[in-house]
């Protein structure tokens, strides 16, 4: 059973910065690629970033790009997103997802419980 738990969110003021993790449990975490979603409230889950099973390959959207950073670690099964120069437009719970999700849809196949990230002066 696919098992994925995010940490690291909070409350920071504008141009703040967070480390989100992921560690994922359940499944062969080195053959996946691996992607971050959010969803602010009253709003869809969009995609945020992906990278590949290897690390080399990492896509953002246009909006974040420049300001997160998202890496792995596949010897411990875990997937991180560093948000820097946060924007009150970045709120949202952030998931760590496997499966389908990209600039055009996310509909995940997995996904976690997520966790909160605020940005508010």
């Known amino acids: 059973e696919v098992h994925l738990v995010e940490s690291g969110g909070g409350s920071v003021q504008p141009g703040g910065s967070l480390k989100l993790s992921c560690a994922a449990s359940?499944?062969?975490?080195?053959?996946?690629?691996m992607s971050w979603a959010r969803q602010a409230r009253g709003k869809n889950l969009e995609w945020v970033s992906s990278i590949d099973k290897d690390g080399d390959m990492k896509t953002y959207r246009e909006s974040v790009k420049g300001r997160f950073s998202t890496s792995r670690d596949n010897t411990r099964n875990m997937m991180y997103l560093e948000l820097t120069d946060l924007k009150t437009e970045d709120t949202a719970m952030y998931f760590c997802?496997?499966?389908?999700?990209?600039?055009?849809?996310?509909?995940?196949?997995?996904r976690g419980q997520g966790t909160q990230v605020t940005v508010s002066s």
């Open positions: 359940g499944f062969t975490f080195s053959g996946r690629i």
């Open positions: 997802v496997t499966g389908h999700c990209n600039a055009a849809e996310c509909r995940p196949d997995d």
